[in-house]
Structures are given as structure tokens and as C-alpha cells.
């Protein structure tokens, strides 16, 4: 059992990385799933490593952090267009056949959707693959093995695991607070600020579920300080509960930012190359729509946030 902070935090730091290489075989194999499972991986050690930085020396995870960021956004770029993908069928098949078919006198709506996001999945996934197959991914793999083996913990890592995890779930539940009191109102400028302001909350909500897990990672029964008391950790588990919940819902709110984005992009394609873009206007409105209802519905969730 792990006595210190610094050792519980690298324990969990290290199934991290064991999840991370879990998912490569898959990911090489070109499974959406893999890609997002590994995406998780890295995104939870950057994360993690950003919220446990009070243990480790100073600017000692930067450049870990920047090479998870790194592949975290390679993963995205081949998991995101099949997501958008998928949103967009659906809206599209609840329409007329005349908005979708190839033939229809609105335009052949299916068949560009169809042939984008393919085409950006396509390369989103060759980049991948280009990024496993070369010298970067196993030197951030090696890195991080070395890091886990020798950290740099500072004094603070010598403290016990369930009072210092209490403590970085504090602080990240302030910084999410934040957050939120942050958020612009909604504007002129095509609501840009605040969808840029609900991403900012959503990254904040997801670093503090991943720090509140960590804090419920710790045994149950454990000496006083190994492991956060019953009242400390039901606190814990409704952080992490009530963040993860606003990670989804803002997540399909991102999600509803990108699909409209593409859209616009495809609509603007169209009416330059004399194509009707009717149809795509008619899923922007939708997806506003969607987009309107997930901040609805966070807002009404934060209402109810736990106090503290």
C-alpha cells in the first residue's frame, strides 16, 4: 500500500499509462473505439499530471504533459469526424428525402456529408498510424516510464495520499468554479465567446472528475490519512459524479460546435461550386438547437452543483 501521496499518485499514474499501451494495438488496427479509450488514457495522465503538480518539481511535467497533448490530438483528429459523423446522420435522416437524396432539387446533402467526414477521418487515422510508427510516441512512452521510475517529487509528496488528494480536489474545484463564473454572455458575435467559455468549463469539470477519482482510488480501509474519511469521500464521489455530468453535456455541446462548423464550411462549398446548401443550413439550425438545449441543460445541473 502506498504510504505517500507522491507514491499513491504515481501508482495511479502508472495503470494510466498501462490503459495507454492497451489501446495501441487497436488503435493500429483502426477501431473508433480503441482511439477513444487511448485518447482517454492520455488525456487523464495530462490531467493528472497537471493537478498532481504540487508533487512534483517545478515545470518537472511540462513536457510530458505537451507530448500527451500532443497525441491526444492525433487521436482526435481521427475519433472527431466520425462523431460529428454520426450526429449528422441522424439529424439528416430525420429529414425529407427530397433535403438528402443525390438527386433531390435541395442537393446532394448525404453524399457530401458522407464523402468530408470519410475523407478527414481517413487522414485523421494515417496520422495516427504515421505517429505510432515513428521515433515520438515510443520516446514518450520511455519518458514516461522514466519519469514514473525517478519523479521528482517535491516536499509536499511526502504527505499522506488521502489528505493531499482532498486538497488538489479542492483546487480543481475552484478552478472549475471559475470557470463558470467566467463565462460571457451570450453575444453578437455569433455566440463564439461562450461556446469558447463552455469548452473552458468542460476541461474543467474533467480535470476535476479525474482528480476526485484518484481521491476514490485510495483504499477504504487504510490508517488514518492513506485514504479520505466517509464523509470526505461521499464528497468525492458526488464531485466526481455531478463533473463527469457536465463533461458529457458540454461534450455534446463541443460536439454541436464542430458539426456547425463544418457545416457552415460544406455550405459555403456549395453555393460556390452552384450546388443547393439549403440542406445544410436546415441541420445548422438543428444543431443550434441541440446546442442550446445541452447548455440548458448544464446550467441547470450547476444549480444543483454541491456547495463548498
Same mark, same amino acid.
Given at each position: 500500500?502506498?504510504?505517500?501521496? *507522491?507514491?499513491a499518485?504515481?501508482?495511479?499514474?502508472g495503470q494510466q499509462?498501462a490503459?495507454? /499501451?492497451?489501446?495501441a494495438?487497436?488503435?493500429r488496427?483502426?477501431?473508433?473505439?480503441?482511439v477513444?479509450?487511448?485518447r482517454?488514457?492520455?488525456?487523464?495522465?495530462?490531467s493528472?499530471?497537471?493537478s498532481?503538480?504540487?508533487l512534483?518539481?517545478?515545470?518537472a511535467?511540462?513536457?510530458l /504533459?505537451?507530448e500527451l497533448?500532443w497525441?491526444?490530438g492525433l487521436?482526435g483528429?481521427?475519433?472527431d469526424?466520425?462523431?460529428?459523423?454520426e450526429?449528422?446522420?441522424t439529424?439528416?435522416?430525420?429529414e425529407?428525402?427530397?433535403?438528402?437524396?443525390l438527386s433531390?432539387?435541395?442537393?446532394?446533402a448525404?453524399?457530401?456529408?458522407d464523402e468530408?467526414l470519410d475523407?478527414?477521418?481517413?487522414?485523421?487515422?494515417?496520422?495516427?498510424?504515421e505517429a505510432l510508427?515513428?521515433e515520438?510516441?515510443p520516446r514518450?512512452l520511455?519518458a514516461?516510464?522514466?519519469f514514473?521510475?525517478?519523479?521528482?517529487l517535491?516536499?509536499?509528496?511526502a504527505?499522506a495520499?488521502?489528505t493531499?488528494?482532498g486538497?488538489?480536489?479542492?483546487?480543481d474545484?475552484?478552478?472549475?468554479k471559475?470557470?463558470?463564473?467566467?463565462l460571457?454572455?451570450?453575444a453578437?458575435?455569433?455566440?463564439?465567446a461562450?461556446n469558447?467559455?463552455?469548452h473552458?468549463?468542460?476541461?474543467?469539470?474533467k480535470?476535476?472528475?479525474y482528480?476526485?477519482?484518484?481521491?476514490?482510488?485510495?483504499?477504504?480501509e487504510?490508517p488514518?490519512g492513506?485514504?479520505p474519511d466517509?464523509?470526505?469521500r461521499?464528497g468525492?464521489?458526488?464531485?466526481?459524479?455531478?463533473?463527469r455530468r457536465?463533461q458529457?453535456?458540454?461534450?455534446?455541446?463541443?460536439?454541436s460546435v464542430?458539426?456547425r462548423?463544418?457545416?457552415a464550411?460544406?455550405?459555403?462549398?456549395a453555393l460556390?461550386?452552384g450546388?443547393? *446548401?439549403f440542406?445544410?443550413g436546415r441541420l445548422?439550425?438543428k444543431?443550434?438547437h441541440l446546442a442550446?438545449a445541452?447548455?440548458?441543460?448544464?446550467?441547470k445541473?450547476?444549480?444543483?452543483?454541491p456547495?463548498g
Amino acid at each position: 500500500m502506498a504510504t505517500t501521496a *507522491g507514491e499513491a499518485l504515481l501508482a495511479y499514474l502508472g495503470q494510466q499509462l498501462a490503459e495507454l /499501451r492497451q489501446h495501441a494495438p487497436g488503435v493500429r488496427s483502426k477501431q473508433p473505439e480503441a482511439v477513444h479509450q487511448m485518447r482517454v488514457a492520455a488525456r487523464r495522465l495530462r490531467s493528472l499530471l497537471a493537478s498532481g503538480r504540487p508533487l512534483f518539481d517545478d515545470d518537472a511535467v511540462e513536457l510530458l /504533459r505537451a507530448e500527451l497533448r500532443w497525441l491526444s490530438g492525433l487521436l482526435g483528429a481521427a475519433r472527431d469526424p466520425g462523431v460529428v459523423h454520426e450526429r449528422l446522420a441522424t439529424l439528416l435522416a430525420q429529414e425529407p428525402e427530397a433535403l438528402r437524396s443525390l438527386s433531390g432539387p435541395q442537393g446532394p446533402a448525404a453524399i457530401r456529408i458522407d464523402e468530408e467526414l470519410d475523407a478527414l477521418e481517413a487522414a485523421g487515422f494515417e496520422a495516427v498510424l504515421e505517429a505510432l510508427g515513428n521515433e515520438r510516441y515510443p520516446r514518450l512512452l520511455a519518458a514516461l516510464d522514466q519519469f514514473l521510475a525517478d519523479a521528482p517529487l517535491s516536499p509536499k509528496a511526502a504527505g499522506a495520499p488521502g489528505t493531499r488528494f482532498g486538497k488538489l480536489v479542492a483546487k480543481d474545484r475552484r478552478r472549475l468554479k471559475r470557470a463558470v463564473k467566467a463565462l460571457p454572455p451570450t453575444a453578437d458575435d455569433g455566440g463564439a465567446a461562450r461556446n469558447a467559455g463552455l469548452h473552458e468549463v468542460r476541461k474543467a469539470a474533467k480535470r476535476l472528475r479525474y482528480s476526485a477519482e484518484l481521491a476514490l482510488s485510495l483504499p477504504k480501509e487504510a490508517p488514518d490519512g492513506l485514504s479520505p474519511d466517509r464523509k470526505k469521500r461521499r464528497g468525492a464521489k458526488r464531485l466526481a459524479k455531478s463533473a463527469r455530468r457536465i463533461q458529457q453535456l458540454l461534450g455534446l455541446h463541443q460536439d454541436s460546435v464542430v458539426a456547425r462548423e463544418r457545416l457552415a464550411e460544406l455550405g459555403g462549398r456549395a453555393l460556390r461550386s452552384g450546388e443547393n *446548401g439549403f440542406s445544410y443550413g436546415r441541420l445548422h439550425a438543428k444543431e443550434e438547437h441541440l446546442a442550446a438545449a445541452s447548455e440548458r441543460a448544464f446550467l441547470k445541473l450547476w444549480r444543483k452543483f454541491p456547495a463548498g
